[in-house]
């Protein structure tokens, strides 16, 4: 019997819309795999902070494995024989609580904060096993006198086990260590050598590389699709308002700060509430301090392996993680760290569909002047019984058990509602989830590359026509210009090159926003700088602060640089036994540079395309190191820029500067002038009335 041209038409397209569901399922469980993957290792990282060893190991696989390198001095910490080497849950629990010892979060004044951030995640092709860089960082302190600082990098590697992931084997390689009184320096006074990359700068810009669909994938419907991809876009956009509010919280943008909040938000810190709404929440944020800062004010609140989940209606999130509260005043010589947990909720505003904060609720782990430290237990009561452990998020196992769409869930009112439009609608929404977290393994993969000046690998993450700022200079444009630049500033190294001194770019605290497409995406990220070396005559353990401004692209299927700026430094400490607090004016412009403009117009020689000191950049790049004016060092404030504007109200900040940093003196490199979207800036027309920031 033969079938009309209309009912083949029909099969036809009836076959293809079966592959298309099997293709974006196939797409979604991979993207749905590297969330899951990376909430892993960050729960891991939030067990440790109250000794719960049985739990973390329960993370592992039954063969999973834990290799812990020790840096003894004058061993490779690269090799087996530097390494304590567990495999099991039931021996690395017993390793992991052997090796805290009575510094483990639950003797009482002691700390066990460990950091786990800039995952580099690469899942293979069949999409059951996966890799992972991260960096590491643990303070601890037993409250009797003891204490550690120890740091370095990890490279991992997990496993699919009944849809469920799980840790097959976390490899610890040591860099640097200390106590607090001393500060740290390379483990065990040793040159480093670079720890092997697990990725190609390629690969780092595909971690979820699209795979053949297996014939037993089961196609999820579309309304299962649309569910599951809400919720991805969901975590989005509930990760970068909490990012927001921290970076606003540090340069005490107290309007911009209340405008977040639902109108009836509290801020909570060990279970105590302030009043509901915006006048309760000024009193919170007055107890900071008055809005903006002043010369010689630190309140920087860097934010680790925070997790988001959202609830089964989707109308409802809350995140948690780590806050270490870093707090001085140079004025004073005064200074503090704020241990913090926290467990925020959130809520979607039903008109809007914007979501805004409803609770930051905070729980203090620890509290310290910066002289004393926490060897001795800090300033908090040593018997906390009123003190709860913030309630961890059940996010593992996404894959097995996936939430199932609620009878009251709504979809998004920019869905459609024809199939035949719905299907492309959310590939292209899954693109922009994908584009998050392809945005933060480059970001990341550049922030591991600059640590070992490993200049080649710099270039090949730009885009064709991607450009970076080799700071105080300008920007380099092209692949090739940028690797060449690099070497010209730093020298050529290789992967063999052992290091002295090693500078390691903590690239945190993400705020990934992403074009309507999903093909490009701007971001501001935090630069927390650690310095290490090997000579303990010098002085140790120093630390800066700054702030990148990027743009990222989508070329070739791969997520590239198409921008990359930094703003440098906000503030600095000359020495760990200084801190931020013990910088004065006059050394800050001995630093600096002598608090003029420093006139540098290449790299040996090597012209940038566009300079820092471009009159055109003005006043953009005022204040910052080859700028066209004096420069602003610390303890002096900074002018800090946004290329946002507040994500609730669209409140417009006086600092704005939209887009590349060095388009306006080269018109031809804005994202639209290339083929790509430039992201959008905040929500309503951007008309919003300017404030003032101090």
């Not at 569901?21 to 892993?40: F, G």
């Not at 086990?161 to 740290?184: A, F, Q």
């Not at 003005?618 to 900074?638: C, H, K, M, Q, T």
Request: hydrophobic residues 35%.
């Amino acid at each position: 019997m033969k079938l009309s041209i209309p009912a083949v038409l029909a099969v036809v397209t009836a076959a293809s819309a079966a592959e298309s569901l099997a293709s974006l399922t196939a797409d979604l469980h991979r993207a749905e795999s590297v969330r899951e993957i990376k909430n892993l290792q960050k729960t891991y990282a939030q067990l440790a902070a109250h000794g719960l060893w049985n739990n973390m190991s329960a993370l592992f696989a039954e063969d999973g494995v834990l290799v812990w390198g020790q840096g003894k001095p004058g061993a490779d910490i690269l090799a087996a024989a530097d390494a304590i080497s567990s495999t099991g849950p039931a021996a690395i629990a017993a390793f992991l609580k052997s090796d805290a010892g009575k510094m483990d979060g639950i003797e009482p004044g002691s700390l066990h904060a460990l950091i786990h951030e800039m995952p580099v995640i690469t899942l293979s092709a069949d999409g059951q096993t996966a890799k992972g860089r991260w960096h590491s960082q643990r303070f601890l302190g037993d409250g009797l006198g003891k204490t550690k600082i120890q740091g370095g990098l990890m490279e991992n590697e997990y496993v699919l086990t009944g849809n469920t992931w799980k840790i097959k084997l976390i490899r610890y390689y040591p860099l640097y260590d200390g106590d607090y009184k001393k500060g740290w320096n390379n483990v065990g006074n040793n040159s480093l050598p670079i720890v092997p990359y697990h990725y190609t700068p390629d690969e780092a810009g595909d971690p979820i590389t699209q795979a053949s669909t297996s014939a037993d994938t089961k196609p999820l419907t579309l309304e299962e699709l649309q569910y599951r991809i809400t919720r991805l876009n969901d975590e989005d956009e509930v990760r970068n308002l909490q990012h927001t509010a921290g970076y606003y919280v540090d340069r005490r943008m107290w309007p911009d700060v209340i405008d977040l909040f639902t109108v009836d938000g509290t801020v909570s810190v060990d279970g105590r509430a302030t009043a509901p709404g915006p006048a309760g929440i000024q009193t919170a944020l007055d107890r900071m301090g008055p809005e903006g800062l002043t010369t010689g004010i630190l309140n920087d609140h860097p934010i680790y392996h925070m997790i988001v989940s959202i609830s089964p209606d989707g109308k409802e999130a809350t995140s948690r993680g780590l806050e270490i509260g870093m707090i001085g005043d140079s004025n004073q010589k005064t200074s503090e760290w704020r241990f913090c947990e926290f467990r925020h909720r959130y809520a979607k505003d039903n008109t809007t569909g914007i979501w805004k904060i409803k609770e930051l609720a905070y729980t203090r782990l620890m509290v310290a002047s910066y002289a004393e430290g926490w060897s001795q237990g800090g300033l908090l009561p040593r018997n906390n019984t009123t003190r709860k452990i913030p309630a961890y998020l059940d996010i593992l196992g996404r894959l097995a058990n996936a939430t199932q769409k609620p009878a009251n869930w709504t979809s998004p009112s920019s869905s459609s509602s024809n199939p035949t439009t719905l299907l492309p609608d959310l590939r292209r929404r899954l693109s922009r989830s994908t584009a998050f977290d392809s945005t933060e393994n480059i970001s990341a993969a550049y922030g591991y590359y600059i640590d070992d000046i490993l200049c080649d690998a710099i270039g090949a993450l730009h885009a064709t026509k991607g450009f970076k700022e080799s700071p105080g200079v300008g920007w380099y444009q092209t692949p090739a210009r940028i690797s060449q630049a690099c070497s010209a500033r730093y020298g050529d190294r290789n992967l063999t090159t052992l290091r002295a001194n090693v500078p390691l770019h903590w690239r945190i605290q993400p705020v990934i926003i992403v074009s309507h497409d999903g093909r490009s995406a701007n971001t501001r990220i935090r630069n927390l700088q650690i310095m290490t070396t090997r000579d303990t005559g010098s002085t140790p353990g120093g630390f800066n602060g700054g702030m990148y401004h990027d743009q990222f692209v989508l070329e070739g299927g791969r997520r590239k640089i198409w921008c990359l700026t930094i703003d440098e430094f906000y503030w600095t400490s000359a020495s760990w036994k200084g801190g931020w607090a013990g910088v004065n004016s006059s050394t800050a412009v001995a630093r600096r540079g002598g608090g003029i403009k420093e006139k540098r117009q290449g790299i040996n020689g090597f012209v940038p395309d566009v300079a820092v000191s471009d009159p055109k950049l003005d006043p953009r790049e005022v204040g910052f190191n080859g700028g066209p004016a004096a420069v602003v060092a610390w303890p002096r404030i900074l002018r800090m820029w946004w290329s946002f504007r507040n994500p609730v109200s669209g409140r417009v900040p006086e600092a704005y500067w939209t887009g590349c940093v060095p388009c306006k003196a080269r018109p031809e490199w804005y994202l639209e002038a290339n083929g790509w979207e430039e992201p959008p800036t905040g929500p309503g027309n951007g008309t919003a009335a300017v404030v003032r920031v101090r």
